[in-house]
């Protein structure tokens, strides 16, 4: 059962363009939603997060957006750079469950210039 | 480097062989979890420890598969009887187990069983 969805799983955007990544849930136990970012070869890292509290939150470039009545949350590139090509995942994590983090299947982003 | 690591980096070995990786995590992070990521897929929770104490194993985690944090610092995880299954990158993370909840991933162990 896969507790955190995303779409699409694949995105090609222009230098420049907007990226916008979507994520669903449907534990509403999850009180923390980071974005991670991961390139080839590495670790994922953390990119951006938010609590269910806010339904919105900015960081330079990346915005996520959240809908807790429709347990839904976006992530938003802003002026996509060709630096941003990588895989992003949604997730999800609970302090009823040690902060274990639930990561969906993951986005692979290209820009092209 | 004051960064979470992961030795060695990349594993190679032949189904039936044991296999054993370490992680350093953060030196003030009380908190440590195991994940394993295949190909194409988000990260999937294996194992998590606070301190010493190994709090929760997912299902996945089989019998075969057995970790330690000996002393509450860095920490082992160890394959038995490799299968061709158990291929994947293996990642290590470590938080202050505050609110804020960020968890900094290692490197990973890339694990090949032929």
């Known amino acids: 059962q896969q507790q955190v969805k995303q779409s699409p799983q694949s995105l090609i955007v222009q230098k420049g363009g907007i990226s916008i990544i979507n994520c669903a849930y449907e534990?509403?136990?999850?009180?923390?939603f980071p974005w991670y970012q991961q390139f080839p070869g590495k670790g994922p890292a953390l990119l951006i997060a938010?609590?269910?509290?806010?339904s919105e939150k900015k960081e330079g470039r990346f915005t996520i957006s959240f809908n807790k009545s429709a347990k839904q949350f976006s992530l938003h590139i802003m002026d996509s750079q060709p630096g941003d090509s990588a895989t992003y995942f949604c997730?999800?994590?609970?302090?009823?469950?040690?902060?274990?983090?639930?990561f969906g299947p993951g986005t692979s982003l290209s820009v092209i210039p | 480097d004051t960064g979470v690591s992961q030795d060695p980096r990349h594993k190679i070995t032949k189904r039936g062989q044991n296999v054993t990786f370490r992680c350093d995590p953060i030196s003030e992070h009380n908190r440590l979890y195991w994940y394993r990521q295949t190909l194409g897929q988000g990260p999937e929770f294996l194992t998590y420890?606070?301190?010493?104490?190994?709090?929760?194993k997912s299902r996945l985690l089989s019998d075969r598969f057995s970790a330690e944090r000996p002393k509450g610092s860095f920490s082992t995880l160890e394959i038995q009887r490799t299968e061709q299954g158990d291929s994947a990158m293996y990642l290590c993370?470590?938080?202050?187990?505050?609110?804020?909840?960020?968890?900094?991933f290692g490197p990973g162990t890339r694990l090949t069983v032929l």
């Open positions: 993370a470590s938080s202050l187990g505050r609110r804020g909840n960020e968890q900094f």
């Open positions: 534990n509403t136990a999850f009180d923390y």
């Open positions: 938010i609590r269910p509290d806010v």
């Open positions: 997730a999800a994590s609970s302090k009823t469950s040690y902060d274990k983090v639930i």
């Open positions: 420890f606070q301190n010493e104490a190994q709090l929760e």
